[in-house]
């Protein structure tokens, strides 16, 4: 059955005539998330999700769990912060490789990350990706680097540069996820509801329930601590929506949506009454929330003594990291 999302996106704003009409229809059909959905994502968006493999995509065989990728995407400003983490990771996972995504990080910095052992250095090509994306305050970044990542180690933890590792022991972690029915694990509550922290703006592309959300006092989980596995799964509920919501600047960064109310947000399980937004964060708990039907257990571990998230946390370089 053909899903008819209403209030259809300007085609001639988003220069849809690079695709055949052909084209167009059947993306269309693939590019709706739900029947509700009052707007669509642009077609042109669709080329994204073929390079991330995102579509026509193999299942990768996902690495040891105890040999782990870890991924992490910085810009200059968060390089001390970021060093904290690598510090954590180098300590209790000396043969894990760490992916480091570089967001506008100096020459000087850029230097030493490729010096040192175990970093697989890579700069993000934000000329390849929608002019929003290169904001780095609305996250848009984050998605990408996820699905990039994914489609070249089948399995990674993504950690913010304010999260720092605790334990080289994560069987614990491990094996609860395992049990659980997402292969998209979050791992840290932010202390306030999913509706209090996301525009309803975003609804239009990503409908929800959102008395449901409210009434069940639905925790909104960080976006910045997670484990992810690419699969079937993943791909069809989580990912794809995700790539798409962030490649669309209206769907990740409404236009009245504002990130600094946290006074606001602080034990606030209600209705969102002033536009206060997580953008990336915000996507990713809908999507979850949607796809498990409002149960949290299903996709987030429930354990949080194997990291500490510090956002003064400052780290510095060690000669002994360089190979």
């Known amino acids: 059955m053909l899903l008819l999302c209403i209030n259809f996106y300007d085609c001639k704003k988003n220069d849809s005539k690079q695709l055949s009409s052909s084209d167009i229809i059947k993306i269309e059909e693939e590019l709706c998330y739900d029947k509700k959905s009052r707007k669509k994502f642009n077609p042109n968006l669709y080329k994204y999700l073929k390079s991330l493999k995102i579509v026509n995509y193999e299942n990768l065989i996902t690495r040891d769990n105890y040999n782990p990728t870890f991924v992490m995407a910085v810009s200059n400003y968060f390089v001390p912060r970021g060093l904290a983490l690598m510090k954590s990771i180098f300590e209790n996972f000396p043969k894990s490789k760490l992916i480091v995504y570089d967001l506008g990080v100096s020459r000087k910095n850029v230097k030493k990350i490729k010096k040192t052992c175990n970093i697989i250095y890579k700069k993000f090509k934000f000329n390849y990706y929608p002019y929003h994306v290169s904001h780095l305050s609305n996250y848009a970044f984050k998605a990408i680097v996820i699905s990039e990542a994914l489609r070249d180690y089948g399995s990674i933890w993504y950690l913010d540069s304010s999260v720092s590792i605790r334990t080289s022991n994560l069987t614990k972690v491990y094996n609860l996820m395992n049990n659980k029915k997402s292969s998209y694990i979050l791992h840290d509550p932010t202390g306030h509801g999913i509706a209090a922290g996301t525009d309803t703006d975003l609804y239009l592309y990503l409908p929800t329930n959102i008395n449901e959300i409210v009434s069940k006092k639905s925790s909104m989980y960080q976006a910045g601590l997670i484990y992810v596995k690419k699969d079937k799964e993943s791909i069809d509920k989580i990912l794809k929506w995700y790539?798409?919501?962030?490649?669309?600047?209206?769907?990740?960064?409404?236009?009245?949506?504002?990130?600094?109310?946290?006074?606001?947000?602080?034990?606030?399980?209600?209705?969102?009454?002033?536009?206060?937004?997580?953008?990336?964060?915000?996507?990713?708990?809908?999507?979850?929330?949607?796809?498990?039907?409002?149960?949290?257990?299903?996709?987030?571990s429930g354990v949080n003594d194997f990291y500490k998230i510090d956002r003064q946390q400052i780290g510095k370089w060690n000669k002994k990291w360089f190979c």
């Open 243 to 300: 790539i798409l919501c962030s490649l669309t600047k209206e769907c990740i960064s409404p236009k009245n949506a504002k990130q600094k109310c946290l006074k606001f947000l602080n034990n606030n399980y209600g209705y969102n009454k002033k536009h206060c937004h997580r953008y990336d964060q915000s996507i990713i708990n809908i999507l979850l929330w949607n796809a498990y039907k409002g149960d949290i257990y299903e996709y987030t």
